[in-house]
C-alpha cells in the first residue's frame, strides 16, 4: 500500500502544481485585462479633455477656487498674476501622465505573471511564428548557459 501511494505522489504533486500554474496565469491574464481597461479609460478621458475642452474647464476652473491654487499669485512691476489655473493644468497633467504609468505597470505586472507561470516557450515561439511568419529572428538567445559564458 505506501508503494502505491509513492507512485501516486508524484502525479499529486505535478496536478497542484499544474493547477497553481494555471491559477496563476488566469490571475495575470486578469490583471493585465483590467490594466488595459484602466489605460483605456485614461485615454478616451485625455482625448474627450482635447476634443471637447468645455468639459474639462469645468473641473480646471473648480480647482482654480481651490485656496491652495488661488494664493498662487506674482506681481509683475504694478499687475498681479493669478497662476491658479496653469497650475490646475500642470497637476491635471501631471496626474493622467501618472495615472497612465501605473495602468500600463499595472498590465506589465500582469504579463509577467503568466510568463513567470508559463514554461511553454516552445509553445509562444510557434505563435509568434505562425503571427509573424517563418522568417523571424530569434533576439533571445536559444541557452542563457551559452550567453552567460560569452560574456565571461
Not at 31 to 36: A, K, Q, V
Not at 101 to 127: F, H, P
Request: charged content about 15%.
Amino acid at each position: 500500500m505506501e508503494r502505491q501511494n509513492h507512485d501516486n505522489s508524484p502525479s499529486t504533486v505535478q496536478s497542484l502544481k499544474a493547477f497553481i500554474s494555471l491559477a496563476a496565469s488566469i490571475a495575470g491574464i486578469v490583471i493585465m485585462l483590467y490594466g488595459f481597461k484602466l489605460c483605456i479609460d485614461i485615454f478616451t478621458l485625455i482625448y474627450g479633455a482635447l476634443t471637447e475642452p468645455e468639459q474639462i474647464a469645468s473641473v480646471i476652473n473648480q480647482w482654480a477656487q481651490t485656496p491652495a491654487l488661488k494664493s498662487l499669485t506674482f506681481t509683475l512691476g504694478e499687475r498681479t498674476f493669478s497662476m491658479a489655473h496653469i497650475s490646475a493644468i500642470i497637476i491635471g497633467g501631471g496626474c493622467a501622465l501618472l495615472l497612465g504609468w501605473l495602468a500600463v505597470a499595472i498590465m506589465q505586472t500582469g504579463g509577467r505573471i503568466i510568463s513567470w507561470t508559463s514554461n511553454e516557450e516552445e509553445a509562444i515561439k510557434k505563435i509568434l511564428k505562425s503571427a509573424f511568419g517563418p522568417g523571424m529572428k530569434a533576439v533571445i538567445p536559444q541557452d542563457s548557459s551559452q550567453s552567460d559564458s560569452k560574456k565571461q
